[in-house]
């Protein structure tokens, strides 16, 4: 029995453009689970993870809506709540998908907190966009009204930004460990996991702040010894000089490869930055391959050809 972590991308779920209800999110939920099924075949237990980013914007944004009306919920509720929900969404959708497929395996999701620096520098100085793009007057005003801190865009709109620290640990890693021994599979770090710090007394305490989930899915897989890291995005492969005349799709780079590129510029930090950076990580706490690609392509071609293989 070989260990994967599968991370799908909150976009694959709520692709742009498109009207974010629970119909679709069900509908591409479903999609997206030809991949699971094709790892099992092949004798893998996958642990799978999620983005959340447009959903935990939803989720703020109806909380500063009905802020007069109801208690409004901090940034870390959110994305616990997303985590649970979307976990339900992706786990009721897989025992259905795995039923039809006569394939008899337990399924859970856990709500996963993960420990981060409360002195990481990100905490200072936050960049991590979430929510709407509002005007300047508004965005001040509900800066004021919740305690946001917010930064202008380019097009004369501000958003608000939080920090999105550096996963230190999986708190209940050991617990996805035994499931996945036992054959189980686990929904585990959603939305990148609920950032939690430790106080001077060594308790757990919650931070509003976002956890980018392939850097956590990345940790997680080195702390439960997964071999293999499957990251899904909206591009089939990763490529060099990203959207210009001069694009070069990249459909293998070795560790090495991916660091100098990463040094030269090429993966933006909004971007394919975070994935990157993941995979390396990953690769170097002891995994042995990574799969970058979209959900199309890896249905494709469940041996992942399709996308960028990275390996030591």
Known sequence: MR?????????????????????????????????IVDLLKQDIVPVITHGNGPQVGNAALRTEELADSIPYLPLGINVADTEGGMGYMIEQSLINRLRKDGIKRQVVTLIS????????????????????????????????????????????????????????D????????????????????????????????????????????DKASALLGNQIGAELLYIFTNVEQVALNFGTEDEVLLPSLTLSEAKAYMAEGHFPPGNMGPKIEASIKF??????????????????????KRGTIITK
């Not at 972590?5 to 030809?34: C, M, W, Y």
């Not at 981060?116 to 005007?135: C, F, M, R, W």
């Open 170 to 213: 999986i708190i209940n890693s050991q617990v996805v460990s035994q499931l996945i021994e036992h054959g189980h599979i686990v929904i585990a770090v959603g939305g990148g996991g609920v950032p939690a710090f430790r106080d001077i007394s060594g308790n757990l305490e919650g931070l509003d702040a976002v956890i980018d989930k």
């Open 283 to 304: 690769l170097e706490g002891g995994g042995e391959q990574v799969i970058i690609t979209s959900i199309e392509g890896i249905m494709q071609d469940a041996s992942g």
């Open 3 to 35: 260990k994967a972590v599968v991370a799908l991308g909150g976009n694959a779920i709520s692709p742009p453009g498109e009207v974010d209800s629970i119909h679709n999110q069900f509908k591409h939920t479903r999609e997206s689970l030809g991949s």
């Open 113 to 168: 907190q993960v420990l981060v620096d409360q002195h990481d520098p990100s905490i200072e100085n936050p960049t991590k966009y979430i929510g709407t793009a509002l005007p300047e007057a508004e965005a001040h005003k509900k800066a004021e009204q919740f305690g946001w801190t917010i930064k202008p865009l380019a097009d004369g709109t501000w958003r608000r930004v939080v920090p999105s620290p550096e996963p230190i």
